[in-house]
């Protein structure tokens, strides 16, 4: 199957690039060539970046048959998403086999690390209404975002105006689904806002598995016509029946509720060849956890965390090329009955220069960062990527560095009966190189990358033997994980309507599983082969259809084909929507025991005031 699937997918590349070359008709596409990859302090075209990077355009979201970020993510090859049931109640996000304490989420360039635990990243997630696109960095990003982006980063760019409008959003489907919304934009003289309200409720698809979640987002621009100061706040929340989420015991009834918020203000300062933008946030996390629904003194867990960061990045562009530098602190404060009361200070600097050469045909970006952390020593993390354009459009490019992630307090401290943190962990760390190809064209875009990584001091929750009962958080010696990825996107015309085919695979291999095998409890589940298609097509004026296929093997053995497609149509202000998931009903797992919905099928209606 593996072996197919790759064989048709190259030449599925091939026969694109040829007509690509062939045919530059005018495509009506969120063209890549045009997108700015804001994800560091030196900004650059998509085409210019020597690194493996994808963007999920705001057309890609439209298509995705997607309904939140989580079943958006998983259209990604070498992305990793692992849920735990529908409506992103929550899922583990994971790149190029990293763990979830490894990847780093961004919301429009703030850090959304929590210092508690990994599981949480996917809470700061914001509704699809309000996301122009995601920028996704794949490999080590230590030099440029710091601690937690070991593997990778996501950095969600929000929309800035949507022009006095106001939109409605009703869907209602399997499993008693519910869901609702009104997004607003707000355009003034002076100012420009985003207002978003929305609730998504389920009775669940099995027992204990029934949700309500809330999403509420502001995002202000005021003072737009002289100096625009950019205001972002965003409360999350989610409540959800945890059954088997972290045991198999049946006679308990695990419950769960979070939230997730963020105030940040931003602005930026141009003179002349000199960028500078301060940034200033708070960002909080709660987490309370029942072990039994309905007795809440059997078992409670309940942590709250409080991060309050100030940052400044800058951009110098001179004859010798682009200088990027930036500083950030932050201050972390964590309460919990489990964990203890924790206080954190984080310092960050971070330099790079990129070099033009050869009339800027090869691109040499040189970079480091220093970390220091009140409770672990100071460390320096450097970086090198190098690109060439071989042509216009076809760019070779390779990077090295080092990255690495500091323990979070549940690897440090957390204890329950099956469960043990060790204060003497030692921070992972990490060697990864990466070479690849990419063309960009506005009908065609490709890219291919191989990568490899050793990384020492992996944290683990393992047992020494199959006979105890208590897992320990412990650094494990070393790791070796490498990698194949392919990307491939064409846009072509059929009855003078844009279609889209999109397909992505991904292999991965690493040695872990000769060190803990049946020892370890989260590294036993990577995706070792990965396949995704995607085709968008429209053959009326009003009606478009999107067809999702994913394939997945892990390191376990498990393997499932899931199908989802979705079809929109268009009436004047209104638009009518039906999604369906896991169309032939895969019998599959994502992460720990629990198994994922069958099919399933959501309608929805959509209206929007002008």
């Not at 590349?13 to 495509?27: E, I, L, P, S, T």
């Not at 090859?77 to 849920?83: F, T």
């Not at 932050?330 to 009361?341: A, M």
């Not at 971070?350 to 090869?362: V, W």
Request: aromatic share 12%; with cysteine; charged share 20%.
């Amino acid at each position: 199957m593996k072996k197919s699937i790759l064989f048709i997918t190259m030449l599925l590349v091939g026969a694109f690039q040829v007509k690509a070359q062939q045919d530059d008709a005018d495509v009506k596409v969120d063209s890549l060539s045009e997108v700015v990859v804001t994800a560091n302090r030196i900004d650059l075209p998509f085409k210019e970046n020597s690194r493996t990077i994808n963007i999920i355009t705001s057309n890609d979201i439209k298509n995705s048959a997607a309904v939140n970020v989580a079943d958006l993510l998983q259209q990604v090859a070498g992305v990793d998403i692992r849920r735990r049931g529908t409506g992103g109640s929550q899922a583990d996000l994971y790149i190029r086999g990293g763990g979830f304490d490894q990847t780093l989420l961004l919301i429009d360039g703030v850090k959304m690390d929590d210092a508690q635990t990994g599981h949480h990243t996917m809470n700061a997630a914001l509704p699809l209404e309000v996301i122009e696109r995601i920028e996704i960095i794949k490999g080590p990003a230590a030099r440029v975002f710091g601690q937690n982006a070991f593997a990778g980063a996501i950095n969600i760019i929000t929309k800035k105006n949507l022009d006095n409008t106001v939109s409605l959003n009703v869907e209602a489907g399997s499993f008693g689904q519910l869901n609702g919304s009104a997004t607003a934009g707000v355009d003034t003289e002076n100012s420009t806002h985003i207002i978003h309200v929305g609730r998504m409720t389920s009775e669940g698809y099995r027992n204990n598995s029934d949700y309500d979640n809330g999403s509420y987002y502001l995002k202000s621009i005021f003072n737009k016509n002289a100096q625009p100061i950019e205001m972002t706040a965003t409360f999350l929340e989610r409540n959800f029946g945890a059954e088997n989420f972290y045991t198999t015991n049946p006679t308990f009834n695990e419950y769960e509720e979070t939230q997730n918020s963020l105030l940040a203000l931003s602005t930026t300062f141009k003179k002349n060849k000199l960028k500078i933008q301060p940034r200033i946030y708070w960002k909080r996390n709660q987490d309370l956890f029942l072990l039994r629904r309905n007795e809440p003194g059997f078992y409670r867990n309940m942590h709250i965390s409080n991060k309050i960061g100030v940052e400044t990045n800058a951009s110098y562009a001179s004859k010798l090329g682009i200088t990027g530098f930036g500083v950030e602190f932050s201050k972390i404060y964590l309460r919990s009955n489990n964990l203890g009361n924790r206080d954190r200070f984080m310092s960050n600097m971070f330099l790079e220069h990129r070099f033009g050469i050869a009339d800027n045909k090869l691109d040499i970006t040189p970079g480091v960062a220093l970390t220091y952390f009140s409770d672990f020593k100071l460390r320096a993390f450097p970086g090198l990527d190098i690109g060439y354009d071989l042509t216009n459009t076809f760019k070779v490019y390779g990077n090295i560095g080092y990255t690495y992630r500091v323990p979070t307090y549940t690897d440090l401290f957390y204890n329950d009966p099956v469960t043990s943190g060790n204060a003497d962990l030692e921070p992972e760390e990490a060697f990864a190189q990466e070479l690849g190809l990419k063309y960009t064209s506005l009908k065609f875009n490709a890219s291919l990358a191989v990568f490899n990584r050793d990384a020492d001091n992996l944290i683990d929750f393992i047992r020494n033997d199959v006979s105890e009962d208590v897992f320990v958080a412990t650094n494990i010696t070393e790791v070796n994980t490498k990698g194949l990825e392919l990307d491939a996107a064409y846009n072509f015309k059929f009855k003078d309507f844009t279609q889209t085919l999109a397909v992505g695979y991904a292999f991965l291999d690493d040695n872990i599983l000769d060190q803990n095998e049946e020892l370890s409890r989260y590294s036993l589940n990577t995706l070792k082969h990965q396949y995704t298609t995607r085709l968008s097509t429209q053959l009326f004026k009003n009606v478009r259809q999107n067809i999702i296929y994913k394939y997945a093997e892990r390191t376990t053995g498990q393997t499932y084909n899931v199908w989802d497609a979705s079809c929109a149509v268009k009436v004047k202000r209104a638009e009518f929507t039906v999604t369906a998931s896991n169309i032939f009903d895969a019998d599959y797992i994502e992460s720990g025991f629990i198994p994922m919905p069958p099919s399933n099928v959501l309608f929805g209606l959509r209206y929007s005031f002008r």
